[in-house]
């Protein structure tokens, strides 16, 4: 017989499985995050070495890094959809599987086109991170937790980028560079194992979320929403200087500071460490608002404006001749771009229902792909005609505010989206 004491325990004993099996699920997520900026770094870390040995320019590794940013962006118009379609277990671990074995065919490749093409296909696959890390948290999370969900898992590509530079030069040093490729792009598989163990089969995916998602809604009906203009504009001038630096920071301190292949990684890895409290910090300040009754509103756009004022000193970094101050300014502008990143992923989580979730974040991302891979063009042609690193530095440090002010025009008011309906705001009204 079931007395009301057996059947409380027993809700409990299931309430406890779902949540463990939730944060078993975010806990993959983070990690598959981590791998992939991993995995994109890792051409970064190898420039000086295998531009020695291939003799490449500056325009040729340009156009291996656009390779990746363009074929990026043009995936993810697809990517999107396709996590909110195949949903996250099945979407989530053919992206990673794909990602993995693009990654590792980098250490079969010599000529500036094969690299151009391996890159291509790394930046094709890698697209599904994105996407499928924002509708962990829309799907997993009630909105009061959301931004911090968030934080942490924005965390991940800074832990990847903390990693790679600590262990990738090194790997390239004790074993060559082929093998840094193909020991970084082989993690993804052992992954993709334990995502299936551990996430559930399609079909009960909602039933451990608790989120019953709603039915496709027409791209036509998004590009005729301001709210998906207005995370386009803050992704296309904030993901720019992202991309710009991931690929160009180690160039930079080599130019301006001499530092050799081995010194590297000290100063990239504090970066991005101060990258990763940039994380955390975006999804605790505007948990913290709204704990004090400040409303979503200016909740988000507030803890924006504080990012946005805090990179503008990132140009100065031209002025120092020493490269821990230069890391210190690099650091602190990576930390204010994580934490409005953050809150960008977090209103674009707050405003969409969950079924819409990941095709929304994907239009945004395609346009900071597009912007990104400008900038990493833009980078090459700058350095190869003598104007150096102060153009790009002087547009990071003032796009940030520009992306706030189209996000307030836009949509001057930001409200929760009522779950599972789709819900247009025209453009123009």
């Not at 053919?94 to 690299?115: D, K, L």
């Not at 962990?136 to 959301?146: D, K, N, V």
């Not at 100063?267 to 940039?278: S, T």
């Amino acid at each position: 017989m079931l007395t009301p004491l057996s059947y409380m325990k027993g809700r409990e004993d299931i309430e406890q499985h779902v949540g463990a099996r939730r944060w078993a699920i975010v806990a993959l997520a983070f990690t598959a995050i981590m791998l992939n900026y991993v995995d994109r770094q890792v051409i970064a870390l190898l420039k000086p070495m295998l531009q020695g040995e291939y003799g490449w320019s500056d325009r040729d590794y340009s156009h291996m890094a656009s390779a990746f940013q363009f074929c990026a962006a043009v995936s993810f118009l697809g990517t999107g959809w396709f996590i909110d379609r195949m949903g996250l277990r099945r979407g989530f671990a053919i992206g990673v599987a794909a990602w993995s074995i693009a990654g590792m065919a980098h250490a079969f490749v010599s000529s500036v086109a094969g690299f151009i093409g391996v890159r291509a296909l790394l930046g094709a696959a890698e697209s599904i991170g994105t996407p499928a890390q924002v509708k962990t948290a829309g799907t997993y999370f009630p909105p009061e937790q959301r931004s911090l969900m968030l934080g942490i898992g924005n965390m991940a590509s800074n832990f990847g980028a903390v990693v790679a530079p600590l262990t990738v030069p090194a790997l390239a040093l004790w074993l060559g560079w082929r093998a840094a490729f193909l020991i970084t792009g082989g993690l993804g598989f052992v992954w993709v194992v334990a995502w299936l163990i551990v996430t559930p089969r399609t079909g009960r995916v909602d039933k451990v979320a608790g989120v019953a998602e709603a039915g496709a809604v027409p791209w036509t009906s998004l590009l005729r929403d301001r709210r998906q203009w207005a995370v386009v504009a803050a992704k296309a001038l904030s993901d720019q200087c992202w991309w710009f630096l991931l690929f160009f920071m180690p160039d930079l301190f080599h130019r301006m500071f001499g530092l050799s292949q081995g010194e590297l990684g000290l100063p990239i890895a504090f970066i991005y460490a101060l990258a990763a409290l940039g994380s955390l910090s975006g999804g605790i300040l505007p948990t913290w608002l709204m704990s004090r009754g400040v409303d979503i509103d200016r909740a988000r756009k507030g803890s924006m404006l504080v990012y946005a004022l805090l990179i503008l000193p990132v140009p100065t970094v031209l002025l120092t001749g020493d490269a821990w101050v230069a890391a210190a300014l690099l650091g602190l502008g990576l930390f204010a771009h994580q934490g409005f990143s953050t809150n960008v992923f977090g209103m674009t989580a707050d405003i969409f229902p969950a079924s819409m979730i990941g095709t929304a974040i994907g239009i945004g991302a395609f346009a900071g792909n597009l912007t990104g891979m400008a900038m990493i063009e833009g980078a090459g042609f700058s350095l190869d005609n003598g104007y150096g690193y102060a153009p790009l530095l002087l547009l990071c440090g003032g796009s940030y505010l520009v992306a706030l002010l189209l996000v307030q025009l836009l949509v001057p008011r930001l409200t929760l989206a009522e779950p599972g309906t789709p819900r247009v705001v025209p453009v123009g009204h």
